[in-house]
């Protein structure tokens, strides 16, 4: 049973730049939770995504946007990257109304 | 004040000893509450979740106290393995997201 995965592992963009992270659910969950974690931090709640509509949103700016498509896959968008935006970004799934949520390894994206 | 506050240490512990950790909530709504332990440079990977009436898994004991609003986490018998950042997280009532502390960091030492 395969759990969460993201991709890529490791990604290096330069400042206003855009980048995509992917990320796919446990088998039989359904939603989908974006995290952002900086250094020596927990993790943030960017959003939350269940059929395909994003049903939750943290206090994050407009610049991140996502995507769940009919598979319940995910994806994150950032757009302008700015140095800040440098961290660990977490995805989680989940059953929805479950508040139990699993994490997949991460992607490191560093902004240069 | 933070949502979810705890002590980041780190906690320095000789292997085999017994060792706690408090995590304080600010939000008397809370409903459900998680311990996660992160490795360096790993994702968080879900211990327990915390009921009510408490809760156990082998050498890890989870309490929830909502009169004072803080969960604990204890463990006994510490390995070395045990070695990491803990997480405590909470979900408020009619909301799915999880808030995090900062972590608590834990070292065994041989």
């Known amino acids: 049973d395969a759990g969460v995965t993201q991709s890529p592992t490791h990604l290096i963009k330069t400042r206003g730049q855009q980048v995509t992270l992917r990320c796919s659910p446990k088998?039989?969950?359904?939603?989908v939770s974006w995290y952002q974690q900086a250094l020596g931090q927990g993790p943030q709640f960017i959003f939350q995504?269940?059929?395909?509509?994003?049903?939750q949103r943290g206090n994050f700016p407009d610049r991140f946007s996502g995507h769940q498509f009919p598979n319940y896959s995910s994806e994150l968008n950032v757009n302008a990257l700015l140095l800040g935006d440098s961290a660990l970004y977490l995805c989680?799934?989940?059953?929805?109304?479950?508040?139990?949520?699993?994490f997949g390894p991460g992607t490191r994206l560093t902004v240069l | 004040r933070k949502e979810v506050e705890q002590d980041p240490g780190p906690f320095n512990v000789p292997e085999g000893a017994t060792v706690a950790f408090n995590c304080t909530y600010s939000?008397?709504?809370?409903?459900?509450f998680f311990w996660y332990r992160q490795d360096c440079r790993k994702e968080p990977k879900l211990l327990m979740s915390?009921?009510?009436s408490g809760n156990e898994d082998g050498r890890f004991t989870a309490q929830l106290n909502r009169a004072s609003q803080y969960i604990s986490l204890l463990i006994r018998d510490s390995k070395l393995s045990d070695s990491a950042t803990y997480l405590c997280?909470?979900?408020?009532?009619?909301?799915?997201?999880?808030?995090f502390g900062t972590g608590t960091r834990l070292t065994i030492i041989p």
């Open positions: 989680a799934s989940s059953s929805y109304r479950v508040n139990e949520q699993f």
């Open positions: 088998s039989g969950h359904d939603t």
């Open positions: 995504y269940y059929e395909e509509e994003e049903r």
């Open positions: 939000n008397s709504a809370s409903q459900s």
């Open positions: 915390v009921y009510s």
């Open positions: 997280a909470v979900t408020f009532f009619g909301n799915e997201k999880l808030t």
